[in-house]
T-cell receptor, first 113, second 114 residues
Framework: DSGVTQTPKHLITATGQRVTLRCSPR?????VYWYQQSLDQGLQFLIQ???????AKGNILERFSAQQFPDLHSELNLSSLELGDSALYFC????????????FGPGTRLTVL | AQSVTQLGSHVSVSEGALVLLRCNYS??????LFWYVQYPNQGLQLLLK??????LVKGINGFEAEFKKSETSFHLTKPSAHMSDAAEYFC????????????FGSGTRLLVRP
């Protein structure tokens, strides 16, 4: 158990819908990362937050957004969903310091029908 | 720019055989390097990491990796494969900017034959 929790574990929805994925980092970690893992794209970095502020952006679509709250949990919002958004979404947390060993949650599997 | 290349999307070994998963990196500064493992339907778990110091790094489950600067490599090895080692393995390098984010390779799926 990494100490990072993600909910829900599975999500099935329809095209055009909007969903919210939630992540709680390990106790003491200030940084949260979101990744998308799909068969064709592999593991792709989406976005990072550090202590409530966006720190880095990767290949995140404009239809996707995220935030980190004062209690340090984070939410990833996916809107106007398309079939191609079906993937495993991981959250990872770290202290955000130079070593940056990241601890991954179990993931949320999103299926868009 | 930093990048990671994992040679071989699939590696198949017999149980008891040597496991060798290859990772090459590019970095303009001394890198921090990581190996993660992903078991089916699970998140990624850190196997081992190299920061500074000893170039041979030992990790969990009998895995080790050697940092070779001259070859820009960080290959992962295990002397004797076990069926439970079947998983996907990712090599990563830490990005040298304020994000410290990790740049992952494309992954290598290890298959262990009985």
């Amino acid at each position: 158990d990494s100490g990072v929790t993600q909910t829900p574990k599975h999500l099935i929805t329809a095209t055009g819908q909007r969903v919210t994925l939630r992540c709680s980092p390990r106790s003491g970690d200030l940084s949260v990362y979101w990744y998308q893992q799909s068969l064709d794209q592999g593991l792709q970095f989406l976005i990072q937050y550090y202590n409530g502020e966006e720190r880095a952006k990767g290949n995140i679509l404009e239809r996707f957004s995220a935030q980190q709250f004062p209690d340090l949990h984070s939410e990833l919002n996916l809107s106007s969903l398309e079939l191609g958004d079906s993937a495993l979404y991981f959250c990872a947390s770290s202290t955000g310091t130079y070593l940056n060993e990241q601890f991954f949650g179990p993931g949320t599997r999103l299926t868009v029908l | 720019a930093q990048s990671v290349t994992q040679l071989g999307s699939h590696v198949s070994v017999s149980e008891g055989a040597l496991v060798l998963l290859r990772c090459n990196y590019s970095s303009s500064v001394p890198p921090y390097l990581f190996w993660y493992v992903q078991y089916p339907n699970q998140g990624l778990q850190l196997l081992l990491k190299y920061t500074t110091g000893a170039t041979l790094v030992k990790g969990i489950n009998g895995f080790e990796a050697e940092f070779k600067k001259s070859e820009t490599s960080f290959h992962l090895t295990k002397p004797s494969a076990h069926m439970s080692d079947a998983a996907e393995y990712f090599c990563a390098v830490r990005r040298v900017d304020s994000s410290y984010k990790l740049i992952f390779g494309s992954g290598t799926r290890l298959l262990v034959r009985p």
